[in-house]
Antibody
């Protein structure tokens, strides 16, 4: 059974960089069958797709965040990372990593989510 | 971006009731739509993929239909465990987008 676990600072100051890691167990992020995705959800609001990465390292990002986002893989650690720079209070949210099946983009496994608050 | 409009945004129904949620896409997306259930404090869970296919292990009281721009999600007989927020998600075009959610409560 695949498991995903997000980790990282729960508090980030405005204008700084949010950095999160998703550790995958029970499966390899090098599999050609899956995308690895970041999704976020502000409190009481809906879901926003941030972007995804494939085992080749190719990425797709939400245009609304593209200028500030980097998603990368560390295959030696079986981890996916998210970096979001120049954060503001609007970036306060629960951040999820999820696996989706290529090319169907359905999210079949999710991490439990981690709350990141942007505040001074 | 493809906008996904869900309605209603919330509903209250009795145990055993039939519950229907609609999702409308701002442009045709064929059947490239999934449905998720999210309980408070938890990650979403995939229920229906490709508009009408039940994910393994999901109770058969959940179903989906539709194509093009109009989709429907149905709970045939509402159970207490179904209290959650439900989201549709399109994958016809990037960026992937979700509906605003429908919160289902017990009357």
């Amino acid at each position: 059974q695949v498991q995903l676990q997000e980790s990282g600072p729960g508090l980030v100051k405005p204008s700084q960089t949010l950095s999160l890691t998703c550790t995958v167990s029970g499966g390899s992020i090098s599999s050609v069958s899956y995308y690895w995705t970041w999704i976020r959800q502000p409190a009481g609001e809906g879901l926003e797709w941030i972007g995804r990465i494939y085992t080749s390292g190719s990425t797709d990002y939400n245009p609304s965040l593209k200028s500030r986002v980097t998603i990368s893989l560390d295959t030696s650690q079986n981890q996916i990372s998210l970096k979001l720079n120049s954060v503001t209070s609007a970036d306060t949210a629960v951040y999820y990593c999820a696996r989706s099946l290529v090319p169907y983009d359905r999210f079949d496994f999710w991490g439990q989510g981690t709350l990141v608050t942007v505040s001074s | 971006d493809i906008q996904m409009t869900q309605s209603p945004s919330s509903l209250s129904a009795s145990v055993g009731d039939r519950v229907t949620i609609t999702c409308q896409a701002s442009q045709g997306i064929s059947r490239y739509l999934h449905w998720y259930q999210q309980k408070p404090g938890k990650a979403p869970k995939l229920l229906i993929f490709d508009a009408s296919n039940l994910e393994t292990g999901v109770p058969s009281r959940f179903s989906g239909s539709g194509s093009g721009t109009d989709f429907t999600f149905t709970i045939s007989s509402l159970q207490p465990d179904d209290i959650a927020t439900y989201y549709c998600q399109q994958y016809d075009n990037l960026p992937l987008t979700f509906g605003g959610g429908t919160k289902v409560e017990i009357k």
